[in-house]
């Protein structure tokens, strides 16, 4: 079993940045795919950022597109979301999750660890 642990949400204004970090368990996580999803009070859970075994591979959802970076340090069992340029409809709670293979898919369906997760509030 993996935990998903994420940390780094909290209030910024508009324009800002944040990092948000999730910290698994386990020895096995640097075999799984990892991915950012998000979700708005009265809104579907939404795709962010996902990214493969190796950081090599990297997907972004068109809202967050040249403005958040997914990175991962498998050394530390982390995986990170640098969020750049922070619009007020980045507010959401943010979940980390895992895929118990190699490479990442954007549906959250596909995933079988969930954090969590942590709320971002942005501010005008």
């Known amino acids: 079993q993996v935990q998903l642990v994420e940390s780094g949400g909290g209030l910024v204004q508009a324009g800002g940045s944040l990092r948000l970090s999730c910290a698994a368990s386990?020895?096995?996580?640097?075999?799984?795919?990892m991915a950012w999803f998000r979700q708005a009070p009265g809104k579907e859970r939404e795709f962010v950022a996902a990214?493969?075994?190796?950081?090599?591979?990297?997907a972004y959802g068109d809202s967050v597109k040249g403005r958040f970076t997914i990175s991962r340090d498998n050394a530390k069992n982390t995986v990170y979301l640098q969020m750049n340029s922070v619009k007020l409809e980045d507010t959401a709670v943010y979940y980390c999750a895992g895929r118990r293979t190699t490479e990442m898919v954007t549906t959250a369906g596909g995933y079988d660890y969930w954090g969590q997760g942590t709320q971002v509030t942005v501010s005008s």
């Open positions: 990214i493969n075994w190796s950081g090599g591979i990297t």
């Open positions: 386990g020895r096995t996580f640097s075999t799984y795919a």
